[in-house]
């Protein structure tokens, strides 16, 4: 009944800057708090960052505040990451989570539902 879709993956260059765009369909999706995490190869899936339902509430991981951007538009039932100074160390697939009605929740067991993830690579 919830589907979401990312993208906006792809490959770029250590410096550059990728934004990622994560498109929910079904109900209620204002009542719900949105999450980015990344998995890479062999390792387990890391919070990266989260905003509440409003968008007044937002968390970052430590290698990700100062440098990504989270933003929501409700009316169009959408989530953004907004990636800038990217590292090789960012490389890895990135997943949307739905969940977290109370606020910008930090752990995956906060989310109900995950998008199939868009793949973001960065060179050295």
């Known amino acids: 009944q919830v589907q979401l879709v990312e993208s906006g993956g792809g490959l770029v260059q250590a410096g550059g800057s990728l934004r990622l765009s994560c498109t929910a369909s079904g109900p209620s999706f204002s009542s719900y708090g949105m999450g980015w995490f990344r998995q890479a190869p062999g390792k387990e899936r890391e919070f990266v960052a989260a905003?509440?339902?409003?968008?007044?509430?937002?968390n970052y991981a430590t290698s990700a505040k100062g440098r990504f951007t989270i933003s929501r538009d409700n009316a169009k039932n959408m989530v953004y990451l907004q990636m800038n100074s990217l590292k090789f160390e960012d490389t890895a697939v990135y997943y949307c989570?739905?969940?977290?009605?109370?606020?910008?929740?930090?752990?995956?067991?906060?989310?109900?539902?995950w998008g199939q993830g868009t793949q973001v690579t960065v060179s050295s």
């Open positions: 989570g739905m969940g977290s009605r109370v606020g910008a929740a930090r752990s995956t067991d906060e989310y109900d539902y």
């Open positions: 905003i509440s339902r409003s968008g007044g509430a937002t």
